[in-house]
């Protein structure tokens, strides 16, 4: 069941007319801007709810953005600030994700996160990480002594103390994108490619999206999850204060037998007002090993085409935690960029989600800043969106 107005729950009102304008005019309930694991699972989600769905990507493809250019970790809890809405969708989501990704065949492992306290004066940080896991309801984390860390990493170098947060792990980020969206069109939604927006206009009770093509689609509700490009959608919607600053994290991976060093993941602490969680280890399902995202804010979202991090510079962070990785291990990998709200030199890492019904009284969801853990929370954000939308019928 697919394409416009056939895949109607009995509840939903066909809201315009059927005139047809050219060059195609399409009638949905809701159109979702943006197919990242974020577009795609609240597509999921509301299609599974009744709606009718559609969604528009620019790309050929969906997921080629962020999506699938991160370190496929799904974080246990343990970073994000407590009482945040980061907060609770990653706790939430990721128990969604195991359970999801399991079912829909998506390699996924549950396999724990080590957090390094490399020397006496970051004790203080590891206590604090604690803390946050803590007040978020992170289940079963421990501190570790040096022996015991070793145990789960036996590379490991210097280490004063530690932390195990076992509910960690790593997922195949491609697989778990193409899962959302075979699931979405499962449900009746449709995946529109080669659809950027570039006007919107408010309409009676909806709204006509038109594309660079010229292609136009109404539908009662939006969704914008456009990622890095979520302010410019924003204000084609008509909600001009939101910013996205573009934040680029490079990876290296290790091309040696080196790989084999790390088992899982390992995280320390950056320098005080880094944006980001900092450089880290990650095993990945495929059996890569990956070191990064460095973060750097760009003045454009785009990757630049060469590296600007040194592998001598990937190999001096891989030796805080595992010695003996030397760039000639290492090989430049594919870099994401962030969609971070907070400004260059803020000081603060991240900032919140922002879930905005925006502008007041015109069907309109602002999704914003769904940085790091999004690939995590992903599935709960779609079920918070959905809460937010309401019932099928308004
Ligand atoms: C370096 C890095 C590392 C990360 N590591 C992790 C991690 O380990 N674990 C974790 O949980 N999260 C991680 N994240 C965060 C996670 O990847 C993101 O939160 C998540 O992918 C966001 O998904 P999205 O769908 O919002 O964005 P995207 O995947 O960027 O999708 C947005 C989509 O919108 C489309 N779009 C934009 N403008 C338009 C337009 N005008 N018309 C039509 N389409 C448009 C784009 O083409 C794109 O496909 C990381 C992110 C980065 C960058």
Redesign the pocket.
Known sequence: MSGPGLNLHPGATIPFTSRTLAPVVTEWDVAV???????LAVARELAEAGRSVTV????EH??????T???????SGIFARPGTLRARLNVEGIRLAYERARAWGVRVERSGTLVVAATAAEEPSLERVLTNARENGVPGVVRLLPAEAREHEPHLGPCASALWSPNGGRIDAGGFSAALEREARRLGAEVRTR???VAAHSEGDGWHLAARTGETVRARWVVN?????AGH?AKLLGAPGYRVYPCL?EYARVVSDKRDWVRSMIYGFPPAGYPGIGVHLTRTVAGELLLG?TARYLDAPVVPERPLTPLAEFAGEAARFVPGIGPDDLAPAPA???CKTVPPGAGEAFGDFTVALDPPGRRAVQ?VG????????SLALAVHVGREIGSPAR
């Open positions: 801007v943006g197919a990242g694991v974020i577009g528009l990507e620019r790309h969906p997921a080629l953005e962020q999506s250019h991160n370190s496929q970790v799904l974080h659809f950027d927006l999850s456009a990622g890095v490009a959608v994290g995202p994401g960029i962030r999704l769904i940085e790091s853990p999004g690939l995590t929370a």
